[in-house]
């Protein structure tokens, strides 16, 4: 039995892509410094996937950016604005993944959304009535011919056709169907090119499939790969999906002309019914996602070896792959060198993964897998008992009923309380919550952690911090402050550092967008507030100033989103548990005077289930209730904010109206700001801040840019529900754009007001 994994991790084992493209940005190493730190890590993951015995190794899922990214390059389908730039083509790339501005002009980014169910964000290509695709690159060849060189023969990857398509925004009057002729021959031309180099298999990743497929879909696919795989040549094709099952078209893509198809038993929820309903052709390969590729847990052998034995009974060839790519867990359990061996044995990580699929090949191959000293040792291990329970909090929440999920008064008197309260003027300006994490804020952080200053020594220097925003904020004449977030690392891991119930890894990044990498914090047990986690700030903060001051705090579905799961209890049971803690910390806020508190739930629609039968009942039923639980409880003129981030928000805006927080802010300046139609045609109840310019990029937005916005949303939002704000928090930024930048949201604001009330 052959192993195989989807993808690998390509930020490197202590994130040295991130540090070398940083550099890179700010002039500090050349171009080709940068593509030798990238042709390092590539020979390193080659290695450690060789070594490993890993029998189908991928290539060119290695990017400096994002993959939907390399593919809008690989196929010509760069919108003019970045070519106009004339810059050399790695600077082309980088402007349309971050922007630009300077000397050869000005450019928003490409849009950039949610890879389906991860906290992963990838590039939307942009495609207008102009675009030719073709084959226009040569990354996926050059990096075939360079793992060759280090004698690996790989499994090329690619992001299928379909998926391309339907990622894509077009920004004229063409869709999809104008482009897919195009894209046939672009495809063509790729299998063979690899034909030609000699490649065995070529892996072509289609995750659009496990989403809801109409007949038009359908069609779409199999015109798609009729074609395709007509001009195959000697290339075996891979068809991979992952993040669920493939029900709708199940049976259309086993009668193409694969030869393998990768299917996803963890996240699949009905990928074995489907197998042992319709059978898979004994004519293919199956490859079966068995180890989860999302999760750090290790896998369990003996459920392993029962599931791929059902698979084996009713198809012919079986590989044993991930779920889907490595990307989503960190690199390696090595660079844990603080992390107790209790913990750490439970875990397995990218590079641990590689050792878990040789030893279930080694389990499968044997003639009695119980009897193999690597299955017994996992028995031993999953049949130890695991700490961590908590029996008043699992009360606390059998104990939950209808009116702790229930705020009153109803919305509309709150808000008539809230401005009368508050007496803000039309469109409010503030921010999202955090200010710009200096070196020296890092450093300070750091040498605290390390022991080298004292606990007095460290308060003065977030005292200081938080005094100079709070001024800065004042000067620029913010309505409604925040104190910076600068004693927090991270808006989940400082949470779970202040939760019991929560353990914390030293180097387990994961890359959540371009150089952008968090550090998920590990759901051990059950989870309570030990302690008072944002009081003491945010009341020092609000001490400094007349105007009201955010306490910020993140949302029980964000902070387990963007945790490492249990698997022994429901996503339910922990969001509810996070939740009762959260409320803690609320109301806490609001005793000690905190008037306006912002409850995040950026990662709300990460979640959410791709196919929309399972929406309400595997989730929206009981993560729109755990943000409820949170603020339930609060006083009619406290006014709760919350946050969102990179999704798509349209359809589920009723249920995000139904949280029933007073103010929303949503990232949307990357996607034009087409939230605002949605919002208008749902007759959005709650007011909403729709980000006015975008963070991610370093680019300066000009007071008029943001006028631009500010007049587009007010065609589509009441004056009296619109607030003005950046689209997410500033942590990334530098205080040299920040401060320009806040600077022009903020007279933008007040000209708007001039001009119109």
């Known amino acids: 039995m052959k192993t195989s994994i989807i993808g690998y991790p390509r930020i490197g084992s202590l994130r040295e892509l991130k540090f070398a493209s940083e550099k890179y940005f700010r002039n500090e190493i050349t171009a080709d410094e940068l593509q030798s730190t990238a042709k390092e890590l590539r020979k390193l993951n080659l290695d450690v996937q060789k070594n490993s015995g890993l029998d189908f190794i991928p290539s060119n899922d290695f990017s400096f950016y994002d993959g939907m990214l390399d593919t809008a390059f690989l196929l010509g389908a760069v919108p003019k604005r970045y070519k106009d730039l004339d810059l050399p083509e790695l600077d082309t790339y980088f402007a349309a993944a971050r922007g630009y501005q300077g000397d050869h002009g000005d450019v928003k980014a490409f849009a950039m959304k949610k890879w389906f169910n991860t906290n992963y964000h990838y590039m939307v290509p942009e495609i207008d009535d102009d675009t030719k695709l073709s084959l226009s690159g040569n990354k996926p060849f050059d990096l075939y011919n360079e793992a060759l060189e280090n004698g690996v023969k790989t499994k090329p990857v690619i992001i299928g056709a379909y998926t391309f398509l339907k990622l894509a925004r077009y920004t004229g009057s063409k869709n999809a169907n104008d482009f897919v002729d195009a894209a046939i021959a672009a495809y063509k031309d790729i299998l063979a090119k690899f034909s030609g180099l000699g490649a065995e298999w070529v892996q072509i990743d289609e995750p659009c499939l496990v989403m809801d497929m109409d007949a038009d879909d359908k069609a779409l696919f199999d015109k798609i790969y009729k074609e395709i795989l007509s001009a195959k040549g000697s290339v075996k094709v891979l068809l991979q999906t992952y993040f669920g099952d493939v029900r709708d078209c199940y049976s259309d893509i086993c009668a193409l002309d694969f030869d393998g198809i990768g299917i996803d038993f ?25 180890v989860n590729g999302k999760n750090i847990w290790k896998n369990h052998y003996a459920n392993t070896v029962k599931l791929v034995d059902e698979i084996k009974k009713h198809s012919g060839e079986v590989v044993i792959n991930t779920s889907c790519s490595l990307l989503h867990v960190p690199y390696t359990l090595e660079n844990e060198s603080k992390l107790d061996e209790s913990y750490k044995k439970h875990f397995a990580y990218a590079k641990e993964k590689l050792s878990e699929l040789a030893e279930l090949k080694t389990i499968l191959s044997a003639d009695s897998p119980e009897d193999t000293a690597e299955y017994k040792n996992n028995v031993k291990l999953f049949s130890e008992p695991r700490s961590g329970a908590n029996a008043d909090v699992q009360k606390k929440v059998s104990e939950l009923t209808d009116k702790d999920f229930v705020r009153l008064p109803v919305f509309e008197e709150r808000e008539k309380v809230q401005k009368d309260r508050f007496k803000l003027p039309l469109l409010p300006t503030t921010t999202i919550g955090s200010f710009p994490q200096t070196k020296e804020i890092r450093a300070e952080r750091a040498a605290f952690r390390k022991n080298e200053i004292t606990q007095e020594e460290y ?15 004042e000067d620029i004449d913010i309505d409604v402050l925040v104190h910076g977030e600068f004693e927090r690392n991270d808006m ?55 105007r009201p001051v955010k306490g910020m705090l993140t949302g029980p579905v964000t902070i387990l989103n963007w945790s490492f799961p249990r698997e022994d209890i429901s996503l339910k049971e922990s969001a509810y548990q996070i939740g009762l803690a959260i409320r803690e910390e609320v109301l806490d806020l609001e005793a000690n005077g905190i008037s306006i508190i912002q409850v995040d739930e950026a990662a709300l629609r990460e979640k959410l289930p791709l196919r929309k039968a399972d929406w309400k009942s595997d989730y929206l039923d009981w993560a729109i209730p755990a943000f409820r639980l949170v603020h339930s409880g609060v006083k009619p003129e406290t006014q709760i904010h919350t946050h969102m981030c990179y999704s798509e928000f349209a359809d589920i805006i009723r249920e995000i109206d139904d949280m029933d927080a007073d103010v929303i802010t949503f990232e949307a300046s990357r996607s034009d700001l ?26 300066i937005p000009s007071k008029e840019e943001i006028k631009t916005a500010l007049r587009k949303m007010l065609d589509r939002i009441p004056a009296e529900k619109l607030w003005v704000n950046p689209d997410c928090g500033l942590k990334t930024r530098g ?16 000209e708007i007001r001039n001009e119109n009330f």
């Open 735 to 750: 205080n040299a754009e920040t401060v320009p930048s806040l600077e022009n949201l903020v007279n933008a604001a007040k």
């Open 266 to 290: 963890v996240e699949g929820k009905k990928s074995l019914e489907l197998v042992k309903s319709n059978g898979f052709p004994k004519d293919k390969v199956l490859f079966a996602g068995v």
């Open 492 to 546: 989940v891991e400082y949470f779970g550092e202040c939760l019991d119930g929560y353990i914390f890894t030293e180097k387990a990044w994961v890359q959540s967008y371009g150089t952008r990498c968090v550090k998920p914090p590990v759901v051990w047990g059950d989870i309570s507030r030990a302690k008072p986690m944002t009081v003491k700030w945010s009341s020092y903060a609000q001490s400094l100033t007349d």
């Open 674 to 699: 087409t939230i605002l139609d949605v919002l208008k045609e749902n007759k959005f109840r709650t007011e909403v801040g729709p980000g006015v310019y975008d963070i991610h990029s370093p680019r």
């Open 459 to 473: 308060d003065k220097f977030l005292e200081k911090q938080i005094t100079d925003c709070i001024r800065l904020q």
